[in-house]
C-alpha cells in the first residue's frame, strides 16, 4: 500500500507552489524531504503520487525557475535540483508515471531547460570546456537522469524526445560539459579549488549519463542527428592521437579521480564511433558535410572533421594511462580496434557517395594529383607494400577501399597508374599469399576499379598483376570463404586480358620451371568447377574467351578448359544466364567438346549415353551432353529464359554446324542433330517478329548451308 506520510510530503509540495510567492526554501527542503522518502522503492506509493497534480507541480517548478532567465537563477537552483530528484524517483521502473511527466510537460519543461543551458556555448567554441558551478552542474545533471529514467524502455516518451530534438542538446552539452581529455591537457581547464573535485565528477557523471540517454533515443530517431554536431563527435577520439603529454597537477599522480576521468573519456570515445560509423552510413548530409570540411573547414566551425578522423586511423594509439584502470587491458585494445574500423568504414562510405566524388578528387595542384585525400590513401599504400608492419592492415584496406569508392572516370584510373603516382607496382607488391584476406579485398576491389580503364590496362600487365593474382592464392581452396573476392580477382583478370596479349600470356602459361597447375587460367578452371557460387561460374567462364590469342589458344582449347565450359552449359537448366555464357564461350572455342558424351564422373554418377543411344533435346533431368541443354532450350520448354539466351543457343549451333565444323568422324552426329533442330530453327526465322532470337536462328540456317 502507498506510504501516507509520501503521499503527505507531495501535498504539502503541491499547496507551496500554488502561493503568488514561492518560497523557494521551503520547496527545496519539501522536495528534497520527498525524494529521500522515494529512494525506498513501493510502487503503490509511485501510482498514487502519479496520480495526484505532483507531476503538473514538477512541470510548473522547473518553468518557474525558468519564466524571464536565460537559465536559473542560483537563488533557485538547489529547490530546482531537489525537484528533478522527486521527478527521477517517481518514475523509476513505472511506465504509468512516466506517461504521467510526459503528459504533465514536465519532461518537455527538461528538454527546454537543457536547451537554455546549450545555448550557453559559443556558436564557435562548440567543443571548448563549458564553465559551470557545482549548483548548475547538479541540476543538468539531474536532469538528463530523470530523462533517462523516463525513457528507459518506454517508447511514448522516447518518441516524444526525440520530436523535440532532446539529444541534440544532450550531446552538444555533453561535448562542452565533458570535453574528453580537457582534464590532460595543459594548461587544465579552470575549476575553482573549493569546486575542483566535485565539478569534474558531476561533468563525467553527465557525459555517462548522457550517453546512456542518447542510446536509449537515438536507435527510436536515427535521423535525429545531423552534420552540426560532428565536431562534437570528433573531439573525443582527438585523446587518443600522439604524443600523449603528461597530465597537470594533481593529474599527474595516479589518484582515483584520474582514473574516473580515463573511464569517462574511453566511453565517450566509443560511443562517438559508433555514432560516426552510423550517421556516415544512413546520413547523406553528414556524408556531403565531412567531404566539404576536408577543403573548407569553415564547414564545421574550424574544426577539420574528416582530417582528424584520418589523423586518427594513421596515428591513433592505445592511451598509456590505460594502465590505471582495473581489469583486462587487452579488452580495451579490442574495443579500440573495433573503433578505428568503425571510423575506416565511415571514411569509405563518404568516399563511395557519388555526390562527394568532385569535392574529394581534386586535379588543381599538379604536384599533388587526386588532390589531398588521394595523395594520404596512396602514401599508405607506399608506405606499408612491404608488409613489414603486420598492424598497419588498416591503413590498406582504408586507403585501398577509399581509392576504389572514389574512381568514377577512366582518367582518375589513368592518374593513379600513370606518374608520378605509379600505384600498379605498390599494389603488385601487394598481391602475396600471406597478405591478410581483408587487404586482399581492397586491392582486388581496387584492381577491378582500375581494370575498367582501358588505358590502365597495360599499366597493370606491366606490374604483372595477373601473376600476381595467381601467385596471391586467392583462387585457391582457402580462399573460399571470401567468394566474392574471388569473383572480384576473376573480374580483374578478365579485363586485363581483354584484347592484351601479354596478359593473355600471363594468366596461361606457366613461369619458368613450374608446372601448368600452377598459371592463373588453371586456378580459375578449378575454382569454377569447385563453386557453387552463379557468379564464379559465370564470371569466371567469361575469362576463357579473352584467352584466344597465339600460345593461349592451344590451352584453352584443352580438354579441361572445353569440359569445363560443357558442364556449365549442360548443368545450369536452373541458371539460364549460365547456360548464356557458356553458350557464348562455346561458339568460340569448345565446339567439338559440346557434342562429346561427357565423362561418367561429370554426370553425377548417372549412365554414360552414346550419341546413338541419345535422343536430342529430350527433356531429362540432367542430359548428357552440353547440347542436349542446348537443344531442350531452343525448344522452348525451359521456362523464364531470356531472349538473349535463345539468341544465343542459335549462334553457338550455328558455328557447331558450319563447314567443317567438327571433324569428319562426328558428322553422322552433326548430321542427326541437324534433322532434330532444323524445324526449331526454321519455326523461329520464319516469326512474325522481328526479334534477337529471329535474326540469330536465320543465321544459323544460313551456315547450315
Known amino acids: 500500500m502507498a506510504d501516507p506520510s509520501v503521499i503527505a510530503l507531495a501535498t504539502e509540495l503541491?499547496?507551496?507552489?500554488?502561493?503568488?510567492?514561492?518560497?523557494?526554501?521551503?520547496?527545496?527542503?519539501t522536495a528534497q524531504a520527498l525524494a529521500n522518502s522515494l529512494r525506498v522503492k513501493n510502487n503503490d506509493t509511485q501510482t498514487a503520487l502519479g496520480g495526484t497534480q505532483l507531476p503538473t507541480v514538477l512541470a510548473a517548478i522547473v518553468n518557474d525557475t525558468l519564466r524571464?532567465?536565460?537559465?536559473?537563477?542560483?537563488?533557485?537552483?538547489?529547490?530546482?535540483?531537489?525537484?528533478?530528484?522527486?521527478?527521477?524517483?517517481?518514475?523509476?521502473?513505472?511506465?504509468?508515471?512516466?506517461?504521467?511527466?510526459?503528459?504533465?510537460?514536465?519532461?518537455?519543461a527538461l528538454v527546454t531547460l537543457l536547451e537554455r543551458y546549450s545555448g550557453l556555448i559559443p556558436p564557435d567554441k562548440a567543443t571548448d570546456f563549458l564553465p559551470l558551478s557545482v549548483a548548475h552542474l547538479k541540476v543538468v545533471r539531474t536532469a538528463i537522469a530523470v530523462l533517462l529514467n523516463a525513457s528507459m524502455g518506454y517508447e511514448p516518451v522516447q518518441t516524444a524526445l526525440n520530436t523535440a530534438?532532446?539529444?541534440?542538446?544532450?550531446?552538444?552539452?555533453?561535448?562542452?560539459?565533458?570535453?574528453?581529455g580537457a582534464w590532460a591537457k595543459s594548461p587544465a581547464p579552470h575549476i575553482p579549488t573549493e569546486e575542483f573535485d566535485e565539478s569534474w565528477q558531476l561533468r563525467c557523471g553527465f557525459s555517462?549519463?548522457?550517453?546512456?540517454?542518447i542510446g536509449e533515443l537515438k536507435d527510436n530517431a536515427p535521423t535525429v542527428f545531423g552534420p552540426d554536431?560532428?565536431?562534437?563527435?570528433?573531439?573525443?577520439?582527438?585523446?587518443?592521437?600522439?604524443?600523449?603529454?603528461?597530465?597537470?597537477?594533481?593529474?599527474?599522480?595516479?589518484?582515483?579521480?584520474?582514473?574516473?576521468?580515463?573511464?569517462?573519456?574511453?566511453?565517450?570515445?566509443?560511443?562517438?564511433?559508433?555514432?560516426?560509423?552510423?550517421?556516415?552510413?544512413?546520413?547523406?548530409?553528414?556524408?556531403?558535410?565531412?567531404?566539404?570540411?576536408?577543403?573548407f573547414p569553415d564547414e564545421h566551425g574550424g574544426v577539420r572533421c574528416l582530417t582528424n578522423i584520418l589523423d586518427f586511423i594513421d596515428r591513433g594509439d592505445y592511451h598509456p594511462l590505460w594502465s590505471d584502470l582495473p581489469g583486462d587491458i587487452s579488452q580495451r585494445e579490442r574495443s579500440f580496434d573495433f573503433c578505428k574500423a568503425a571510423l575506416i568504414k565511415a571514411v569509405v562510405e563518404v568516399a563511395g557517395e557519388e555526390k562527394n566524388v568532385d569535392v574529394l578528387w581534386d586535379d588543381s595542384n599538379p604536384e599533388q594529383p587526386g588532390g589531398p585525400l588521394v595523395a594520404q590513401m596512396v602514401h599508405w599504400i607506399n608506405a606499408h607494400k612491404d608488409l613489414k608492419d603486420r598492424n598497419r592492415d588498416d591503413l590498406l584496406v582504408c586507403a585501398t577501399l577509399t581509392l576504389g569508392n572514389l574512381l568514377r572516370h577512366g582518367a582518375q584510373s589513368v592518374t593513379l597508374i600513370g606518374p608520378p603516382i605509379n600505384l600498379a607496382?605498390?599494389?603488385?607488391?601487394?598481391?602475396?599469399?600471406q597478405t591478410d584476406i581483408k587487404v586482399k579485398?581492397?586491392?582486388?576491389?581496387?584492381?577491378?576499379?582500375?581494370?575498367?580503364?582501358?588505358?590502365?590496362?597495360?599499366?597493370?600487365?606491366?606490374?604483372?598483376?595477373?601473376?600476381?593474382?595467381?601467385?596471391?592464392?586467392?583462387?585457391?581452396?582457402?580462399?573460399?570463404?571470401?567468394?566474392?573476392?574471388?569473383v572480384n580477382a576473376i573480374g580483374v583478370t578478365k579485363h586485363l586480358c581483354s584484347g592484351n596479349a601479354k596478359n593473355c600470356y600471363d594468366l596461361t602459361l606457366p613461369s619458368d620451371g613450374r608446372n601448368a597447375e600452377s598459371t592463373g587460367l588453371h586456378q580459375i578452371l578449378t575454382l569454377v568447377k569447385r563453386s557453387d557460387l552463379t557468379a564464379v561460374k559465370s564470371e569466371g567462364t567469361r575469362v576463357f574467351v579473352n584467352e584466344q590469342r597465339k600460345a593461349a589458344m592451344t590451352i584453352i582449347s584443352s580438354p579441361p578448359v572445353a569440359l569445363a565450359l560443357a558442364q556449365l552449359v549442360r548443368r545450369s537448366k536452373r541458371y539460364p544466364i549460365l547456360i548464356n555464357e557458356g553458350s557464348l564461350q562455346s561458339a568460340n572455342v569448345v565446339l567439338d567438346t559440346i557434342t562429346t558424351p561427357l565423362p561418367q564422373e561429370v554426370q553425377g554418377g548417372s549412365a554414360p549415353g552414346s550419341a546413338r543411344e541419345s535422343e536430342i533435346g529430350s527433356p531429362v533431368t540432367a542430359p548428357g551432353r552440353a547440347v542436349d541443354t542446348l537443344a531442350h532450350l531452343l525448344k522452348g520448354q525451359v521456362a523464364n529464359v531470356p531472349e538473349e539466351v535463345r539468341a544465343n543457343a542459335c549462334i553457338l549451333l550455328g558455328q557447331v554446324g558450319r563447314e567443317g565444323g567438327v571433324s569428319a568422324e562426328r558428322m553422322p552426329e552433326?548430321?542427326?542433330?541437324?534433322?532434330?533442330?532444323?524445324?526449331?530453327?526454321?519455326?523461329?526465322?520464319?516469326?512474325?517478329?522481328?526479334?534477337?532470337?529471329?535474326?540469330?536462328?536465320?543465321?544459323?540456317?544460313?551456315?547450315?548451308?
Open 68 to 108: 524571464g532567465l536565460r537559465v536559473p537563477d542560483v537563488s533557485h537552483l538547489s529547490a530546482l535540483y531537489e525537484t528533478l530528484r522527486v521527478g527521477a524517483n517517481i518514475c523509476v521502473d513505472h511506465d504509468k508515471n512516466r506517461g504521467q511527466l510526459l503528459e504533465s510537460g514536465f519532461l518537455n
Open 14 to 29: 503541491t499547496g507551496q507552489t500554488r502561493l503568488s510567492d514561492t518560497d523557494w526554501k521551503k520547496v527545496e527542503v
Open 208 to 213: 555517462s549519463w548522457a550517453w546512456r540517454a
Open 670 to 705: 552433326l548430321v542427326k542433330l541437324k534433322a532434330e533442330l532444323r524445324p526449331h530453327l526454321v519455326s523461329a526465322a520464319e516469326s512474325d517478329k522481328e526479334s534477337r532470337l529471329k535474326t540469330a536462328a536465320a543465321g544459323a540456317l544460313q551456315r547450315w548451308g
Open 441 to 486: 579485398h581492397g586491392i582486388i576491389g581496387l584492381l577491378k576499379h582500375l581494370a575498367y580503364a582501358a588505358p590502365a590496362r597495360a599499366s597493370l600487365g606491366e606490374a604483372g598483376i595477373v601473376k600476381r593474382l595467381a601467385d596471391s592464392k586467392i583462387f585457391q581452396p582457402a580462399a573460399d570463404m571470401a567468394e566474392m573476392v574471388q
Open 165 to 180: 530534438e532532446a539529444p541534440v542538446a544532450i550531446l552538444r552539452l555533453a561535448g562542452a560539459i565533458y570535453p574528453a
Open 229 to 295: 554536431i560532428l565536431p562534437q563527435l570528433v573531439t573525443p577520439i582527438l585523446s587518443y592521437i600522439p604524443p600523449f603529454q603528461t597530465p597537470p597537477p594533481p593529474f599527474e599522480q595516479a589518484i582515483p579521480l584520474r582514473r574516473t576521468l580515463i573511464s569517462a573519456d574511453l566511453e565517450a570515445f566509443e560511443e562517438s564511433c559508433s555514432l560516426l560509423e552510423a550517421l556516415a552510413l544512413d546520413d547523406e548530409d553528414v556524408r556531403l558535410s565531412l567531404a566539404r570540411g576536408m577543403a
Open 425 to 433: 607496382t605498390d599494389l603488385a607488391a601487394l598481391l602475396r599469399p
